[in-house]
């Protein structure tokens, strides 16, 4: 398998060099309130997100009745109500996806959206979505994946709740149709503890399969997201809300606007530690290099025709001027062109 090394979502690029992408997931954190939902793009632009993702699907399509909500759901919501009447309560017309992604232009921010089922698919197709992303649910969903995958559309999938061998086999399912993909890694409870992060997983993915690396963070706070960057990350996602207080599935696992900024902030602060991979002197170590780094000058008197040896030499700061020490060895040995007395540059063609 081989994938892209650089994938264009919108007007942004995602590559090992390029500057990480970051989503502000929005989920259904607006609880079906449009008016919240555009709240919260005007969040995710402040806080300088590169796009503000929902989620569709269509209950019926997505779950039997009567399926128990999960752990966390019971926890953070109604826990009489199944998980179909909590989804069919939040599902999101096409004609508002249409409404959000117009606003989303306006604020000047991509519009991404998680389909959960063909048919929400289809709509966000029609709409011209700039990628797809998968949730860690449809993974192991091979017909989900490849109706995914040919749309043609950048894909963002999540690996969370799956063994190395069912990532494989999803991105052998997605690949024969499509190369941009970006693999992130993801712990799907909300939220999740520290030790479940598992950071080291992105450089699993990057050694396995050779692909764009992230992760989707469901820690809590501002949490794992700017070391998952440390880590190789070139994508964050994280669930946020206006407020923890309100009522719903994923809000308890959510930063607020202040958390979404901050984190946003850091992320940016660790590209910037991280710089490039080139090790070279930067512009300022060059004028200090020139003064502390060490050149070779005679350590005794030393005469024309005689070798230079472990006695006569010695390393010293000249200001920058003559033979880096780093060439010792190959100045030993070599014979004196002109007398020099203790303390003189060495200098030899």
């Given at each position: 398998?081989?994938?892209?090394?650089?994938?264009?979502?919108?007007?942004?690029?995602?590559?090992?060099?390029?500057?990480?992408?970051v989503i502000?997931?929005?989920?259904?954190?607006?609880?079906?309130?449009?008016?919240?939902?555009?709240?919260?793009?005007?969040?995710?632009?402040?806080?300088?997100?590169?796009?503000?993702?929902?989620?569709?699907?269509?209950?019926?399509?997505?779950?039997?009745?009567?399926?128990?909500?999960?752990?966390?759901q019971?926890?953070?919501?109604?826990a009489?109500?199944?998980?179909?009447?909590?989804?069919?309560?939040?599902?999101?017309?096409k004609?508002?996806?249409?409404?959000?992604?117009?606003?989303?232009?306006?604020?000047?921010?991509?519009?991404?959206?998680?389909?959960?089922?063909?048919?929400?698919?289809?709509?966000?197709?029609d709409?011209?979505?700039?990628?797809?992303?998968?949730?860690?649910?449809?993974?192991?969903?091979?017909q989900?994946?490849?109706?995914?995958?040919?749309?043609?559309?950048?894909?963002?999938?999540s690996?969370?709740?799956?063994?190395?061998?069912?990532?494989?086999?999803?991105?052998?399912?997605?690949?024969?149709?499509?190369?941009?993909?970006?693999?992130?890694?993801?712990?799907?409870?909300?939220?999740i503890?520290?030790?479940?992060v598992?950071?080291?997983?992105?450089?699993?993915?990057?050694?396995?399969?050779?692909?764009?690396?992230?992760?989707?963070?469901?820690s809590?706070?501002?949490?794992?997201?700017?070391?998952?960057?440390?880590?190789?990350?070139r994508?964050?996602?994280?669930?946020?809300?206006?407020?923890r207080?309100?009522?719903?599935?994923?809000?308890?696992?959510?930063v607020?606007?202040?958390?979404?900024?901050?984190m946003?902030?850091?992320?940016?602060?660790?590209?910037?530690?991280?710089?490039?991979?080139?090790?070279?002197?930067?512009?300022?170590?060059?004028?200090?290099?020139?003064?502390?780094?060490?050149?070779?000058?005679a350590?005794?008197?030393i005469?024309?025709?005689?070798?230079?040896?472990?006695?006569?030499?010695?390393?010293?700061?000249?200001?920058?001027?003559?033979?880096?020490?780093?060439?010792?060895?190959?100045?030993v040995?070599?014979?004196?062109?002109?007398?020099?007395?203790?303390?003189?540059?060495?200098?030899?063609?």
């Amino acid at each position: 398998m081989k994938f892209s090394s650089r994938i264009t979502i919108g007007t942004k690029e995602v590559s090992e060099s390029g500057r990480v992408f970051v989503i502000a997931e929005a989920g259904v954190n607006h609880g079906g309130d449009m008016a919240l939902a555009k709240e919260m793009i005007d969040v995710a632009t402040e806080a300088g997100a590169d796009a503000v993702k929902f989620q569709n699907f269509k209950a019926q399509g997505l779950i039997l009745q009567g399926v128990d909500k999960a752990p966390y759901q019971k926890k953070t919501s109604a826990a009489n109500e199944t998980q179909y009447d909590m989804l069919k309560r939040l599902e999101v017309k096409k004609s508002q996806n249409i409404m959000l992604q117009e606003y989303c232009a306006q604020k000047g921010i991509l519009f991404l959206s998680t389909p959960f089922e063909e048919e929400s698919l289809n709509e966000l197709s029609d709409m011209d979505i700039p990628a797809i992303k998968i949730a860690a649910t449809d993974l192991t969903n091979i017909q989900f994946l490849r109706q995914v995958a040919k749309k043609g559309k950048p894909i963002i999938l999540s690996a969370g709740m799956c063994y190395l061998e069912e990532v494989s086999k999803a991105l052998e399912a997605i690949s024969e149709f499509n190369k941009d993909i970006i693999l992130l890694q993801c712990t799907a409870n909300y939220p999740i503890r520290d030790f479940e992060v598992n950071l080291r997983v992105i450089r699993t993915f990057q050694k396995e399969f050779n692909i764009l690396t992230g992760y989707s963070d469901h820690s809590v706070g501002i949490g794992a997201a700017p070391y998952a960057v440390a880590a190789g990350a070139r994508l964050i996602e994280k669930h946020f809300t206006l407020s923890r207080k309100l009522e719903g599935p994923d809000q308890k696992a959510s930063v607020e606007p202040d958390e979404l900024k901050e984190m946003i902030t850091r992320i940016r602060k660790v590209e910037e530690y991280l710089g490039n991979s080139i090790k070279t002197p930067t512009l300022s170590e060059q004028f200090t290099r020139r003064s502390l780094q060490k050149c070779l000058v005679a350590k005794t008197r030393i005469k024309c025709g005689e070798r230079f040896t472990e006695d006569n030499l010695t390393a010293k700061r000249t200001n920058g001027v003559g033979i880096s020490a780093v060439y010792y060895d190959d100045v030993v040995g070599r014979q004196a062109d002109r007398d020099y007395e203790a303390d003189t540059i060495i200098e030899v063609e």
